[in-house]
C-alpha cells in the first residue's frame, strides 16, 4: 500500500464525520456514501494482509471493484485500525467482511501493531477477542471479555491515559457484556452511561469540542447497531437506542440496498 494510504484513510474518515455533523441522523444518500467507503477503505488492508505475496483480492471500494495486492503486516492493518473497519463493517451490515475481520487474530494483530515500535493498552487484544468471539458464537466470549475489562480499568493504563479508558473503553466493553446478556435494562443503562461518558470527554474543553472524533461513537455504534439486529430476532429484548450520537438511518440501515457493499 503506497505511503499516501493512510491520508487517504484519514481525509475519507474526516470528510463522513463532516458529513454527520451536517446530517447527523444519516437521512441523506450522500452521508450513507461517504460511511460506506470509509468502511471499505479501512477493511482492504486487512484483505490485503490476509493473502500470500503474488496473490490477489478483489473488494468494491468507492463503488468500483478493486483488484487489491498483498500487504505485509503493519501500521494499517494494526489493533486499533481493526476496530474502526469492524465497526464499520458491523454498522454497514457487510457479512462477507465482519466474517473475514474475524479470521485476523489478536496475534496476528498484535504483531502488526508492535513494527516500528507501535503499542496498544493490553486489553485491546482480548477485546478484539471477545468481539470476534460475540460474532463466531464462541465459548471464550465471556472469558474474553472479563479480561479485557479488568485490563481496561484506569489504574491499568499503559499508553491511553487514565481518562480515555475510564470515560471512552470500559462503557463500550461493558456494553458489549450487557448485549450478550440480553438484558435490555442493563443494556439500555450501559449504553446510555457509554454515550454520556464519550459527550463528556469530547465537551471537557475547547480543543475536544472541535476534535472530529466527537461525532460520534464509533464503536459503541457498532455495539448498538448489533443490538439493532439482535432486537429483530429476539423476543423481549427490546433496546433503547435513540441518541443524536448513534445515526439513525445508518442504525435502521434505512439506505442498506442502495449502495453496493
Known amino acids: 500500500m503506497p505511503p499516501t494510504a493512510g491520508m487517504v484513510f ?3 474518515a474526516l470528510m463522513t464525520k463532516i458529513y454527520l455533523a451536517v446530517d447527523p441522523s444519516g437521512a441523506h444518500l450522500y452521508t450513507w456514501e461517504a460511511w460506506t467507503t470509509w468502511m471499505q477503505v479501512a477493511e482492504a488492508p486487512f484483505a490485503m494482509c490476509s493473502i500470500a505475496p503474488g496473490e490477489t483480492v478483489e473488494r468494491i471500494i468507492n463503488q468500483k471493484r478493486r483488484t487489491l495486492r498483498h500487504l505485509p503486516p503493519g501500521h494499517t492493518c494494526d489493533a486499533g485500525t481493526w476496530l474502526t473497519a469492524f ?11 465482519v466474517a473475514s475481520l474475524c ?18 493498552d493490553e486489553y485491546i487484544y482480548p477485546w478484539i477477542a471477545a468481539l470476534q ?5 464462541r465459548p471464550t466470549l465471556g472469558d474474553n471479555l472479563y479480561q479485557a475489562m479488568d485490563l481496561s480499568r484506569p489504574e491499568n493504563a499503559s499508553i491511553s491515559d487514565a481518562e480515555s479508558l475510564n ?11 450487557r448485549l450478550a446478556q440480553q438484558d435490555t435494562e442493563k443494556f439500555n443503562e450501559a449504553m446510555e452511561q457509554g454515550t454520556r461518558l464519550f459527550r463528556a470527554y469530547y465537551t471537557a474543553d475547547e480543543e475536544r469540542s472541535r476534535d472530529t472524533n466527537g461525532a460520534v461513537p464509533l464503536q459503541l455504534f457498532g455495539i448498538a447497531c448489533m443490538a439493532y439486529d439482535l432486537a429483530q430476532v429476539v423476543p423481549g429484548f427490546n433496546p433503547d437506542l435513540e441518541s443524536g450520537y448513534l445515526p439513525k438511518h445508518i442504525l435502521e440501515r ?3 440496498s442502495e449502495t453496493e457493499l
Not at 167 to 177: D, G, H, Q, R
Open 10 to 12: 484519514d481525509n475519507i
Open 87 to 97: 465497526s464499520l463493517a458491523v454498522s454497514c451490515r457487510d457479512e462477507n467482511r
Open 103 to 120: 479470521q485476523i487474530t489478536p496475534a496476528f494483530l498484535r504483531e502488526a501493531s508492535e513494527k516500528h515500535g507501535g503499542a496498544y
Open 133 to 137: 468471539d460475540f460474532i463466531l458464537n
Open 167 to 177: 470515560l471512552l473503553v470500559f462503557p463500550v466493553i461493558e456494553s458489549l457484556y
Open 254 to 256: 434505512s439506505r442498506y
